[in-house]
């Protein structure tokens, strides 16, 4: 767990680029483009982006499983070339891809992971893991006869047998059914609570809305924002008016005060505009005025799905 030493930035990356050679089956790639960003000490950081961003590349880059072409990373303080031990020492990583020796139980694959850390015996928590992960009643049973969700809990509890202050979770929800989410979720904030630095990837926005204190998004190995959840989700206070109308949409209507209009039905406009600039009413007033005849109305707050596919758009 952290130390009082803990540096500020739980984990620094600095021009980072990978290129993959390619292979028979994949084309080379340059899947990240120099990124830079640091993930403060004691958040939870979401790293976002949409398929193919780089996300995974970066992680297992800092999981030792993939080589940067060029770049630097330091982790707590430790940079992952020239400390690489220090480095490992600090950081327990759980990668998108589920693997594990069918044959161990729980318990085994967590002391064997602990002996791997050069963790001594007496100092093991595989039983306190086991515990926290809801798996104490698994603890003897065969790796192989897990369900996913609980294989992706015992690859936590893996993670942090060395108790490293930096976790990393990449898509750790991923195809994971609405309660175990919910459970993992509990996971991240208790281990969080107790000082724990946490990095996750994900998909559902609504998680990194709920469970991240800061999100950086990537999109074709480049960063395109890193900001606070709230300053994101708030972006420039933008809000939502969907509106149906009397007949199909042949030409959308204009105004230079609309942030975003388009067709969302065959009879539905959708018009993002700044709250600050102009009201849902006036919105309305403008379609009237270009001939629309309004139907129905239903408005929301921004949130993070507009503001992700507004960056990964603008970017793309
Ligand atoms: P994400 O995790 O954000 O979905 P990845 O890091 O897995 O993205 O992939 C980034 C890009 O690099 C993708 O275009 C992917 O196809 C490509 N890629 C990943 N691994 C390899 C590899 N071993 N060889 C070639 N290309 C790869
Ligand atoms: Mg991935």
């Not at 499983?65 to 303080?77: A, P």
């Not at 031990?85 to 318990?107: C, M, S, W, Y």
């Not at 992706?152 to 059914?177: F, Q, Y």
């Not at 990194?208 to 999100?215: F, T, V």
Request: contains cysteine; aromatic residues 6%.
């Amino acid at each position: 767990m952290p130390s009082e030493n803990a540096p500020e930035n739980a984990i620094e990356i600095r021009d980072v680029t990978k290129r993959y050679a390619g292979t028979r089956k994949a084309p080379p790639k340059e899947a990240l483009r120099g990124l830079s960003f640091d993930v403060p000490q004691g958040q939870v950081f979401g790293l976002l982006g949409p398929n193919g961003a780089g996300k995974s590349t970066l992680i297992n880059i800092m999981a030792g499983l993939v080589t940067k072409t060029s770049g630097t990373i330091s982790i707590w303080g430790h940079d992952i070339d020239h400390d690489h031990r220090n480095a490992k020492l600090n950081i327990g990583i759980v990668p998108q891809e589920i693997v594990f020796d069918p044959f161990f139980t729980p318990f085994e694959v967590l002391e064997n992971q602990g002996g791997m850390y050069g963790v001594a015996k007496h100092l093991r928590r595989s039983e306190e893991l086991l515990r926290a992960v809801h798996l104490s009643d698994k603890r003897n049973a065969y790796a192989r006869t897990l369900s996913g969700g609980m294989k992706r809990r015992l690859l936590i509890a893996k993670a942090m047998v060395h108790s490293p202050p930096i976790l990393v979770l990449d898509e750790p929800t991923a195809g994971v059914d609405v309660e175990l989410r919910r459970q993992l979720w509990e996971l991240v904030q208790q281990l969080n609570h107790e000082g724990v630095t946490v990095v996750l990837t994900t998909h559902y926005l609504e998680e990194a809305e709920q469970l991240c204190d800061r999100i950086a998004i990537i999109n074709h190995g480049q960063l395109i924002a890193n900001k606070p959840t709230r300053e994101l989700v708030g972006l420039m206070g933008e809000k939502v008016v969907a509106v149906t109308v009397d007949r199909d949409i042949t030409a959308l209507p204009a105004d230079p005060r609309f942030r975003k209009c388009v067709k969302a039905g065959e009879r539905v406009i959708e018009v993002t505009y700044d709250k600050a600039e102009m009201t849902a009413g006036q919105v309305l007033g403008l379609l009237q005025d270009q001939g629309f005849t309004v139907e129905d109305v239903s408005t929301r707050e921004a949130d993070l799905e507009d503001v992700f596919v507004q960056l990964t758009s603008a970017a793309a």
